[in-house]
């Protein structure tokens, strides 16, 4: 999908719900780096595409004479790939910003949350794995809102054990040679940007929802031969439970003061 249409789609869903709330949009010129939607009102808001790293990020700061202090706080992140991603996607992105913008109480849970790092490496963490995940299955959406809202902090492992695996598993299962291709793809780069607990969960978890072992071979096909090893000596951990080491029995010192002359 051209990178320009689907950046419009994204910024069309964003900019309806800032043009209710009075915000209007300022004339930005791109760049060969990125693409940049910029809205002033009471605050600014920014929309940007790196193509560096295919991210689109949605943030935020305030204002100091009628424009951006440049203090940006980073609301929502993720992943747009022109080369498999297509409008679906662009759509529900578009989606996810207008609703952080639109609502204080999802605005305020995602505060909540621990900051990712702005740049560089290590920054897609298990919420925003989650994230990616309803472009696949559009029911997590609702379950993550529940997720974010009932607790302090997102439990990144439950939730991916829990809703995200048994619906990988069948996806897997029912997808042919192409889309399998394509998901690895995708799963490749969330594990390469991703924090220890996303690797952990696409590690441990995802990959071994999947039953087939062609399907997971065909699965990790795209991910660096040291990552490959890492998954299949996962893969041999698969339906084992794993008893915690129990703790040490303290030894006992019994001493009677009161008999001590």
Avoid at 72 to 92: H, N, R, V
Avoid at 115 to 137: H, I, Q, S, W
């Amino acid at each position: 999908m051209d990178i320009n249409n689907a950046f419009d789609i994204i910024v069309g869903k964003a900019e309806r719900v800032l043009r209710a709330k009075g915000f209007r949009r300022e004339t930005v010129a791109d760049s060969e780096e990125e693409l940049t939607a910029l809205y002033i009102g009471d605050l600014a808001y920014s929309i940007v595409y790196t193509f560096s790293n295919k991210r689109i990020v949605l943030r935020s700061c305030q204002l100091e004479e009628d424009a951006p202090d440049n203090e940006w706080k980073t609301l929502a992140t993720w992943l747009f790939d022109p080369d498999s991603d297509g409008t679906k996607e662009a759509e529900s992105i578009g989606e996810d910003f207008a609703e952080t913008i639109r609502g204080p109480k999802q605005s305020s849970a995602m505060q909540k949350q621990k900051k990712r790092k702005k740049d560089g490496e290590n920054n897609v963490d298990p919420l925003f794995l989650a994230n990616r995940m309803v472009t696949y299955f559009p029911g997590l959406k609702d379950e993550i809102a529940y997720e974010k809202a009932h607790y302090e902090s997102f439990r990144g492992v439950t939730f991916a054990d829990e809703k995200i695996a048994p619906r990988f598993g069948k996806m897997i299962e029912e997808a042919n040679e192409k889309k399998i291709e394509k998901i690895s793809q995708g799963l490749t780069a969330l594990y390469t940007s991703g924090d220890l607990d996303t690797k952990g969960i696409i590690t441990y978890i995802l990959l071994n929802s999947v039953e087939d072992d062609e399907k997971f071979a065909k699965l990790i096909e795209a991910f660096s031969d040291n990552d490959k090893k890492i998954m299949k000596a996962a893969r041999k951990l698969r339906g084992k439970n794993i008893k915690p080491e129990k703790p040490k029995k303290q030894k006992k010192f019994i001493s009677d003061t009161l008999g001590q002359q």
